[in-house]
């Protein structure tokens, strides 16, 4: 079984994991038939999703596009009648 291919921005780091979650992972993989880089790299974006951290240089441009106020497609509000 060959390593799968990387891109040429990816980058490695070594990640400890407690026995028991190991095993638990590699289960996982074998019965879902994806590999344990797959299950993390699923983790991860959902890691940063659910933090609201942009994943992508397009992302992370909307998102501060978002942020500043003269962006927003709200109607000016009234003040009296």
């Known amino acids: ?3 799968p291919s990387r891109t ?3 980058r490695r780091k070594l990640i400890e994991f407690a026995p028991h979650i190991w095993q638990a992972l590699e289960v996982l ?3 879902s038939g994806r590999s344990v880089q797959s ?3 699923e983790a991860f974006s959902d890691i940063l999703h659910k933090y609201h951290r942009p994943t992508s240089l397009k992302e992370a441009l909307r998102e501060s596009a ?7 497609d709200l ?3 009234r003040h009296g009648t």
């Open 1 to 3: 079984m060959s390593a």
């Open 8 to 10: 040429v921005s990816a």
């Open 29 to 31: 993989a074998i019965d």
């Open 39 to 41: 299950l993390a790299d």
């Open 66 to 72: 978002r942020r500043l106020p003269a962006n927003d």
């Open 75 to 77: 109607p000016p509000e």
